[in-house]
């Protein structure tokens, strides 16, 4: 195992995304804090990574909005602050603002503080592409970092409102962030039962034999990227792109519509969709213009949809 890479800390990470950037961490020889109190991640996420007696991690259930989560970060002193931690259910933030802005922006000042308790830590935040730009003009989409940030629904506006406090922190207290703005992440261990995730929610409805919903006319449109490259891209993200926000994802429209006909063939089934009344919130269209992270960060996304809603099958099915 490799000593001398440094101590990094993943707040969510017991969640989807999380726990995959944990476990790419963790190969790669960091000792990982996981900072998660378990509301929507699992600590069946991370049996593998307990599992692994050369692993270096340690856990701790904790809220992230509690004023002891700088003392955490304080303690730990880790060189990178994996920020994935978040209320993220777009319908929730309609229904219950309030929780949705403590979670989401008393939760980021909370490792924003840490940050600057730690000294020299740097914060890679994960924001939100499909709710930051609001709805785009069709000759705007795929949108790049330089269009105007209009968030529709809560959710969108408090995850604004964190990647503004990392520009602010950055001026005042010197402390480094990259922020990552994410289109529609997939992959496996997105909970079909969670706050979000249609590919998982699909997959799973398609295995039971069940038809799935669509609401509205299913002509959305959503970017969907694959956690692996996602995760690749945080791992970059701690040493580059310093100061900027980043969108991660293909560039790709893929409508609602054409994803139930993927996966229902990845499934091997021929259930008919059923439509119910559009959600409030949701944009109408949405792909983000990944160009940016592919020069300051040196990404780009490999995996097609196809390939990716595969391994999601699979991996409901075991």
């Not at 190969?27 to 049996?47: M, P, Q």
């Not at 993220?88 to 840490?114: C, H, K, M, Q, W």
């Not at 996602?230 to 609602?256: K, M, P, Y």
Request: charged share 25%; glycine share 8%; net charge negative.
């Amino acid at each position: 195992m490799t000593r001398d890479r440094p101590r990094v800390l993943v707040t969510g990470g017991a969640g989807f995304i999380g726990s995959n950037l944990v476990d790419r961490l963790l190969a790669e020889g960091h000792h990982v804090d996981v900072v998660d109190d378990l509301s929507t991640g699992s600590l069946a996420n991370l049996a593998e990574a307990r599992a692994e007696p050369a692993h270096e991690m340690t856990f701790h259930q904790l809220d992230v909005r509690s004023g002891e989560l700088v003392e955490v970060i304080a303690r730990s002193r880790p060189a990178v602050i994996y920020h994935l931690a978040a209320q993220a259910d777009v319908r929730v933030s309609v229904e219950r603002p309030v929780f949705d802005a403590e979670v989401n922006i008393l939760g980021t000042l909370r490792v924003l503080e840490g940050a600057r308790a730690a000294s020299d830590a740097r914060v890679v935040l994960a924001a939100s592409g499909g709710t930051l730009y609001g709805e785009a003009r069709s000759e705007d989409i795929p949108v790049r970092e330089s269009h105007e940030q209009r968030p529709l629904s809560c959710y969108g506006v408090s995850k604004k409102s964190a990647v503004d406090y990392l520009f602010a922190y950055r001026e005042l207290h010197a402390v480094e962030f990259c922020a990552l703005a994410l289109a529609n992440v997939y992959g496996p261990r997105q909970d079909p039962n969670g706050e979000a995730g249609v590919v998982a929610i699909f997959a799973d409805r398609l295995l039971r034999g069940e038809a799935v919903t669509i609401f509205g006319d299913g002509e959305q449109t959503r970017d969907f990227v694959y956690v692996d490259d996602v995760v690749d891209a945080f791992v970059r993200a701690s040493t580059r792109g310093g100061g900027l926000l980043l969108n991660i994802g293909t560039g790709q429209e893929v409508s609602v519509n054409e994803l139930a006909t993927v996966m229902a063939d990845r499934a091997g089934v021929s259930t008919p969709p059923v439509h119910a009344t559009p959600r409030p919130g949701e944009l109408r269209r949405n792909a983000l213009d990944p160009e940016r992270a592919a020069i300051h960060l040196g990404w780009k996304p490999w995996t097609s949809l196809a390939r990716g809603v595969q391994a999601v099958v699979d991996h409901l099915r075991r």
